[in-house]
C-alpha cells in the first residue's frame, strides 16, 4: 500500500511538473522593498511550480541567482542599447560581457531585443530591431552559444484590427518591420512573443468573457467560430495578422499577461485577478489551444511576480502582482507547491459598474473618426495619475504646458488632449482609452481653436 502510495505521489508530482511547463512569471523590480534576488530563485524554486522567469534588463545579481536552479531565465537587452547592436563586434562585446559569465550555469533561455519597441521606441531602435537581433543571434553562434533564442515582445498597439479575431491585421507603419521579424524568426525557430491583456478590453459588458467565467461566447462572424474568452481572441487576432502576410508557421509566446488585485475601481480586485490568472493556468495547460490553433500550448508569462510600490501611473500599475514583497501570496493562482496549505480567498462580491464606466466600444461616425477624452466627474487626482503615466511613456507632453497650444488651466482638458495623444498612438483600440476607469470613447472632435485632436 505504501509503495503504491509513493507511486501516485510521484505521479501526480510528475503530472503537476509538466502541466505547469507553460507557466512563466515577469519579475520586475520597480519597488525599494523586494527581497535578494537568491532569495527570489529560491522561493521560486522550492515553494512554487513557476519554472520560468523574464526580467527586464541584464541585472547580473538575478541572473547569477538562478544558477542551477532548473529555472529557465529570460533577459531583456534595454532599449538604449540596441542602435549599438546592430553590428556583429558590438554584439559579440555584448555576449562576452553579459551571457558568458553566466552560461551554462544559468539557463538562459531566451534575449528579447527591447521591450515593446514598436510601442515607445524611437525611429533608430525601430530601424535597428531587427538587424541588431540577427547581430546578437550571429554572435551567440560564434561563441558556441546554440541553445539561446533571440526574440522582442510586442504590445497589442502594433494591430490594426482584432475584433474579430480572423480580421486581425498589423498596423501598416510597422508592417515592414514585423514581416522582416517573422522571416528571422523562421530562420532562426525562434518565437513570436506579444504582449495579451484582456484587461486593457474590459467593459462592463465583456467582464466575464476577459475574465474566463461563464459567458454565452462571441461568434466570429467570418470563420463562425466561438470564442468564450479574450485571450484567446487576442491570440487568434495575432495569428490572423501573421497569416494574412505570409506566416503561420511560427511559435507564439504570451510575453505579458495578468489582472491587478487592486486600484481605485472595482475592475481591480483579488477576485477578478484570481479569477483571471488562475482560469488562464488552467487553460493555457490543457492544451486545448484557441478556435484558429487547436491542441496547442502557449509558453504564457503572468505579469508579474511581486508588487511594484515603486512604478509610475495609476494605482493599478503597483498590484499586478501574485506575491507581496514578502513572498505571501496575494492570492492563490495555483503556482504554489503545497496549495492545501494555501486556500482562495474567499470570493469577493463583484461591485456593479456605475453606468458609462469602463471603455465601452463606441460605433464609429462617418469616416470611422473616434477619440479619448477624460471621462466626466474623474477625479482630479485620477486625472493627474493619466498625466504623469502618459508622459512617462513618450508622448509629446509640451501641447499642454504653459505656451502650447493646448494649455488650458483646466485639468480635464490637459488629461483628455494626452489621453487622446496615446490612444491614437497606440492603434486606437478602445481598451487603451480605459485609463483605469477614468477615461472614455467619443465620436465628436474634441478639438479647440489651434488645438487639434489626432484622429
Not at 501516485?8 to 523590480?29: D, W
Amino acid at each position: 500500500m505504501a509503495a503504491a502510495t509513493k507511486l501516485v505521489l510521484s505521479l501526480l508530482l510528475f503530472q503537476l511538473a509538466t502541466t505547469a511547463y507553460s507557466i512563466g512569471v515577469n519579475y520586475g523590480t520597480l519597488a525599494n522593498n523586494l527581497p535578494p534576488p537568491a532569495q527570489v530563485a529560491n522561493f521560486l524554486k522550492t515553494q512554487t511550480v513557476i519554472d520560468a522567469v523574464k526580467i527586464f534588463d541584464v541585472n547580473p545579481e538575478i541572473i547569477k541567482a538562478f544558477a542551477n536552479s532548473g529555472i529557465s531565465l529570460t533577459i531583456t537587452i534595454p532599449n538604449g542599447e540596441i542602435p549599438g547592436l546592430t553590428n556583429l563586434a558590438g554584439a559579440r562585446q555584448w555576449v562576452v560581457q553579459h551571457i558568458k559569465p553566466f552560461y551554462p550555469a544559468t539557463k538562459i533561455k531566451y534575449i528579447l531585443m527591447g521591450n515593446e519597441i514598436l510601442h515607445w521606441g524611437d525611429d533608430a531602435q525601430k530601424n535597428g530591431l531587427v538587424p541588431a537581433m540577427r547581430q546578437l543571434h550571429a554572435a551567440l553562434i560564434q561563441e558556441g552559444i546554440k541553445d539561446v533564442k533571440v526574440s522582442t515582445p510586442h504590445s497589442l498597439g502594433i494591430m490594426l484590427a482584432s475584433e474579430p479575431a480572423s480580421a486581425g491585421r498589423f498596423r501598416p507603419e510597422v508592417t515592414p518591420i514585423l514581416l522582416d521579424q517573422l522571416r528571422f524568426c523562421r530562420e532562426t525557430k525562434s518565437p513570436f512573443m506579444f504582449n495579451p491583456y484582456p484587461y486593457f478590453g474590459w467593459s462592463p459588458q465583456k467582464e466575464n468573457f476577459a475574465l474566463f467565467r461563464p459567458n454565452k461566447g462571441i461568434v466570429d462572424q467570418y470563420t463562425k467560430k466561438l470564442y468564450t474568452n479574450m485571450f484567446d481572441n487576442l491570440m487568434d487576432a495575432v495569428y490572423s495578422a501573421c497569416k494574412a502576410i505570409g506566416f503561420t508557421d511560427i511559435e507564439f509566446v504570451a510575453a505579458e499577461t495578468g489582472w491587478p488585485s487592486a486600484c481605485e475601481f472595482p475592475v481591480c480586485s483579488v477576485q477578478n485577478a484570481v479569477d483571471y490568472n488562475a482560469n488562464l493556468i488552467k487553460h493555457v495547460n490543457s492544451g486545448k489551444g484557441t478556435p484558429l490553433m487547436p491542441n496547442r500550448k502557449f509558453e504564457t508569462y503572468i505579469f508579474a511576480l511581486f508588487n511594484e510600490n515603486e512604478k509610475p501611473g495609476p494605482l493599478a500599475e503597483k498590484n499586478w502582482g501574485l506575491f507581496k514583497p514578502d513572498m505571501t501570496p496575494v492570492y492563490n493562482a495555483g503556482v504554489m507547491r503545497n496549495q492545501q496549505a494555501l486556500p482562495n480567498q474567499p470570493a469577493q462580491p463583484v461591485v456593479p459598474a456605475k453606468p458609462g464606466r469602463g471603455a465601452k466600444p463606441v460605433a464609429p461616425v462617418a469616416g470611422g473618426k473616434k477619440w479619448c477624452v477624460a471621462k466626466p466627474g474623474a477625479s482630479p487626482q485620477a486625472l493627474q495619475a493619466d498625466i504623469d503615466y502618459v508622459c512617462g511613456k513618450g508622448v509629446d507632453c509640451k501641447p499642454i504646458q504653459s505656451g502650447g497650444v493646448c494649455f488650458s488651466n483646466d485639468l480635464a482638458s490637459r488629461a483628455s488632449y494626452l489621453m487622446n495623444a496615446y490612444y491614437q498612438a497606440n492603434g486606437r483600440h478602445d481598451f487603451n482609452c480605459d485609463f483605469s476607469g477614468s477615461g472614455q470613447i467619443t465620436t465628436v472632435d474634441p478639438s479647440r481653436g489651434k488645438c487639434t485632436y489626432n484622429a
